[in-house]
């Protein structure tokens, strides 16, 4: 069986960063040390971290006075720091770079009066947080239809902003239906550059093999993105790990891709290319 395994792959920088000062945190013996959310899109990632004593919540409120909380790389909205600091909790904040940036130019461009525009997913984390940012009061959209049902007036300024691991072709499809519907606003790109090379990567291998596997969380993002992409050009298997493969089914394939979202470990990456090579 050909493998062959994209050129950008695995843990991004940001998710490495976050890991590593999590566990560092762990390491440390420290009694009460909170998630805010599960760490990554990666369930068998977090389980780890949760064996060493990480204990995962949804909300701050869960989390005692004078405790420790990390906050993860996807970010939380302004909120949050204000509550933590009112309940004496330290922070280890992993918010990724690229999410901060975000964070920074929502907040500024919301006092100057713009009305701010996010293009991603309302229910994803890290729109979440961006929105948190503005008072929650951005406007939110997904797809080409969202932005048609809204309304957008002339007459307003706008500031728009992208979820970092928004499709770089669907990003530019709304801006370009925005510009059209607006004289005064101002764009950021903001998708992560190294979300931009994951997705150029997959696709460029989905026309050289004869299907596609694609590992990551069935909650992550990026890597629901990377199924997408890779489905337009050749049958492809999204999974979490090698135990979600069916051996019969992959046979009738001389050459085989992989490639996996920016959660996924490379513990699970080896072992997803070590059963395939073995069928």
């Given at each position: 069986m050909n493998v062959k395994i994209a050129k950008e792959a695995g843990f991004c920088f940001g998710v490495k960063r976050a890991m590593k000062m999590a566990w560092n945190k762990l390491e440390s013996?420290?009694?009460?040390?909170?998630?805010?959310?599960?760490?990554i899109h990666n369930k068998q990632a977090v389980s780890k971290y949760e064996e060493k004593g990480l204990v995962t919540v949804d909300n701050?409120?869960?989390?005692?006075?004078?405790?420790?909380?990390?906050i993860r790389s996807h970010g939380v909205g302004e909120e949050v720091y204000i509550n933590a600091d009112k309940k004496q909790i330290t922070i280890v904040d992993t918010t990724c770079p690229f999410v901060k940036k975000i964070h920074k130019i929502v907040?500024?461009?919301?006092?100057?009066?713009?009305?701010?525009?996010?293009?991603g997913d309302s229910k994803h984390p890290?729109?979440?947080?961006?929105?948190g940012w503005c008072n929650n009061?951005?406007?939110?959209?997904?797809?080409?239809?969202?932005?048609?049902?809204t309304n957008l007036d002339k007459s307003k300024k706008y500031c728009v902003v992208a979820q970092t691991t928004i499709?770089?072709?669907?990003?530019?499809?709304?801006?370009?239906?925005?510009?059209?519907?607006?004289?005064?606003?101002i764009f950021n790109n903001t998708i992560c550059s190294a979300t931009k090379v994951r997705q150029q990567a997959a696709r460029e291998l989905?026309?050289?093999?004869d299907c596609m596997i694609v590992i990551g969380g069935t909650h992550s993002s990026n890597t629901q993105k990377l199924v997408n992409i890779c489905q337009e050009f050749v049958s492809t298997f999204a999974i979490e790990t090698k135990n979600d493969l069916d051996s019969s089914a992959l046979k009738k394939y001389n050459t085989i891709g992989v490639?996996?979202?920016?959660?996924?470990?490379d513990w699970i990456i080896d072992d997803v290319i070590e059963f395939i090579k073995s069928i």
């Open positions: 013996n420290e009694d009460g040390i909170y998630a805010l959310g599960p760490l701050i409120s869960s989390i005692p006075e004078q405790n420790n909380m990390i907040k500024e461009y919301s006092k100057k009066g713009y009305e701010i525009i996010v293009i890290e729109v979440i947080g961006i929105n009061n951005s406007i939110i959209v997904k797809t080409i239809e969202d932005l048609k049902s499709n770089s072709e669907l990003y530019l499809k709304i801006v370009d239906e925005i510009s059209k519907r607006t004289n005064d606003v989905s026309k050289e093999v490639t996996a979202g920016a959660s996924t470990p």
